[in-house]
């Protein structure tokens, strides 16, 4: 089996969940004998490059030069022009993202399948914004979805909106979950009064929401602290930041940015509990995560979330909620007891999404792909 993965993220160059999980599904894919070859766009990179790991083959272009053209949308000829060998006969084409669509289409020339694994909809994640810019881009992931053989979605709440947004194309779409690579670490139960967010800083992620429970929290006379850790667009990381100092939480909340893997997990294993206060959720790889280290998870029941954690596992709440969030982070903070039971159940049910136990429904998945 050879396959095409066209990815913005693979390995050291990931950003999110998305990078995280096409980073574990193609080792665990490569492990189990499937002949890969990877592009994937590389930061600070100035001429294109080969590496070749046994089965895995990875082509690294530029991130930024001629080879990305409009709406970031890849430059077919020049991707050609720097890797001939992308003009060859592959038994699949696995698209991660929909910049690589227009290379996609010219690879396959109607005869190859092209599998679509979709990590957020467009539409959904920038509310259907009117900007031209975006919209253009809507139209790009819409005819993906129109044009390729099988669409791999990561939850069922994906699924159901889908099915509302595409109900002609449903009989194409195949659920299988993404996974993680265990183990990941293990808790230290750190301060109990010291919480954790982890991802990217937009607003449907509900961090506003966090921020404002705690200060209620600390309204009450609680001592409560919050490390959050990601970024996101300036304007809104100055947003978040202004917030904590109009609350007077400076002292209580820090912004870490950016940080390496390791330095998270090193984070997750000191922290109280880790807090996702989605709104909407595609799945919740960083929930996942946490889970599998064993820290305590404080979670909304947003999308993808819920099918990952319920109140056997999780302090759990209604999404947007911000009384119902500053309720758990109190009880949290005044029965600390509670939550390693909580923890030990979420690590149990986190075992079920190692990779290793993943890999025959990926198998599976590209054998039916392959017989389209």
């Not at 890849?74 to 050609?80: E, G, L, P, R, S």
């Not at 060998?85 to 696995?94: F, G």
């Not at 790009?140 to 669409?151: A, N, P, Y």
């Not at 099918?307 to 982070?329: H, M, N, W, Y």
Request: charged content about 20%; some cysteine; overall charge positive.
């Amino acid at each position: 089996m050879a396959v095409l993965s066209l990815t913005n993220e693979f390995g050291e160059e990931k950003f999110g969940g998305a990078g995280s999980s096409v980073t574990g599904m193609l080792h665990m894919l490569d492990r189990h004998g499937v002949r890969q070859t990877v592009v994937v766009p590389r930061t600070n990179l100035e001429s294109p490059t080969q590496i070749c790991t046994g089965r895995l083959t990875v082509l690294n272009l530029p991130r930024k030069g001629p080879c990305f053209g409009d709406l970031g949308l890849i430059n077919v000829q020049v991707a050609i022009r720097d890797f001939p060998d992308l003009k060859r006969h592959w038994d699949m084409i696995h698209i991660h993202a929909i910049n690589f669509a227009p290379l996609a289409y010219a690879l396959a020339e109607g005869r190859i399948p092209i599998l679509y694994s979709v990590y957020s909809f467009l539409r959904q994640e920038l509310s259907n914004s009117s900007e031209p810019e975006l919209q253009a881009q809507f139209a790009v992931q819409d005819e993906l979805i129109d044009r390729c053989q099988k669409i791999h979605l990561i939850s069922q709440s994906e699924k159901q909106y889908f099915a509302g947004s595409y109900p002609l194309r449903l009989d194409k779409t195949e659920v299988v979950p993404v996974g993680i690579s265990l183990p990941l670490g293990s808790w230290q139960k750190g301060r109990s009064n010291r919480f954790l967010y982890v991802g990217r800083l937009l607003d449907y992620k509900g961090i506003e929401d966090l921020i404002k429970a705690v200060f209620y929290v600390k309204q009450t006379g609680r001592q409560i602290y919050l490390d959050i850790v990601g970024s996101g667009d300036p304007a809104y990381e100055a947003r978040l930041k202004l917030l904590v100092q109009s609350m007077r939480l400076s002292s209580q909340v820090r912004f870490f940015g950016w940080i390496s893997g390791s330095e998270v997990l090193q984070l997750m294993e000191r922290a109280a509990a880790l807090v996702v206060p989605s709104h909407r959720e595609s799945f919740g790889l960083v929930a996942l995560e946490g889970m599998a280290i064993g820290v305590p998870l404080i979670a909304s029941k947003a999308g993808g979330l819920a099918e990952l954690v319920d109140s056997s596992c999780a302090l759990t709440f209604e999404p947007g909620s911000i009384q119902a969030l500053s309720s758990r982070l109190s009880m949290a903070v005044d029965n600390p007891s509670i939550l390693p039971g909580l923890a030990r159940r979420a690590r149990e049910r986190a075992l079920a999404f190692d990779w290793k136990r993943l890999a025959p429904r990926y198998l599976q998945l590209y054998q039916q792909v392959i017989g389209c």
